[in-house]
């Protein structure tokens, strides 16, 4: 690998979740702003060596590429907010963060959400504290998703949810729904963190009763607590569960209607109306 270091076989990531891209491409390919080492600023026009590449990821989805840990969240003047996760040997930073999603310390799997991107993404890689060009990491993540693929696995895990199949009135939109969360659903957690989007007092009051009721009931921590369901809720909170999932989709849908103007393509002119 790049920065003095030679790729050996040692070096390939083993991981049992699975691997995954650090994000999903929205158009096809995603563009390199800055690459790895002696570089020229594209302000200043002065030499430096860039210590990672920076990718144009305006508000992506970031996530965890392998097994691995949080093993740092900080900040600086130059990078911004910036997360480390370590996987094995190596340890990948994103920084310019618009925000860091997962805690210090979380046990992550590939595909777990980490964080969402500023205007750019800054990556760094390190392998047992070397720093090496994360092009050769991404090309190494790449070729061991290929080779699942040809070996009849999808490569990327799905993300994880509770082992529950929990109905909600959208379900006849559900592919289109998850393809407008791709999308959009960084802005819409953005916009809420920066007060550009409020949400409705009803959708506010109604979790805030389903959840008191659910407190009164004993519906959490009814099972061990874990990275994928962190309020151990069981099969007994399903209903309740199944409201608040419509609460959350109504509310991204609103999202949707308000500030961009996007509904979904089974609701007719009536039903824009009312939105």
Wanted: charge should be negative; include cysteine.
């Amino acid at each position: 690998m790049t920065g003095n270091m030679s790729y050996t076989q040692e070096m390939n990531l083993a991981s049992r979740s699975g691997y995954c891209m650090p994000f999903e491409e929205r158009d096809g390919e995603v563009r390199l702003a800055l690459g790895y080492g002696e570089q020229t600023h594209p302000k200043t026009g002065g030499k430096f060596f860039h210590h990672g590449v920076d990718f144009a990821t305006n508000r992506y989805l970031l996530a965890a590429v392998a097994d691995g840990i949080v093993s740092g969240i900080g900040s600086n003047s130059t990078h911004g907010l910036s997360l480390t996760t370590r996987y094995g040997k190596y340890e990948v930073t994103y920084a310019h963060l618009a925000r860091a999603m997962a805690p210090f310390g979380a046990k992550v799997k590939a595909g777990n959400i980490l964080a969402i991107s500023g205007n750019l993404l800054h990556m760094e890689v390190r392998y047992d504290g070397e720093e090496i060009n994360p092009i050769d990491f991404l090309t190494m993540l790449y070729g061991n998703l290929k080779m699942m693929r040809q070996q009849g696995h999808t490569g990327m895990p799905d993300f994880e949810t509770i082992e529950m199949d929990i109905p909600t009135d959208y379900d006849d939109d559900q592919d289109e729904v998850e393809e407008l969360m791709l999308r959009f659903y960084p802005d819409y957690l953005s916009e809420i963190g920066r007060g550009l989007y409020r949400v409705p007092e009803y959708t506010a009051q109604s979790l805030r009763n389903i959840f008191s009721l659910s407190a009164v009931r004993n519906y959490f921590y009814e099972v061990i607590p874990s990275l994928a369901n962190p309020l151990g809720i069981g099969t007994r909170a399903m209903p309740i569960a199944a409201k608040v999932q419509n609460l959350l989709i109504s509310d991204f849908l609103n999202y949707l209607a308000f500030r961009h103007g996007v509904f979904l393509s089974t609701l007719g002119e009536n039903g824009k109306k009312k939105t």
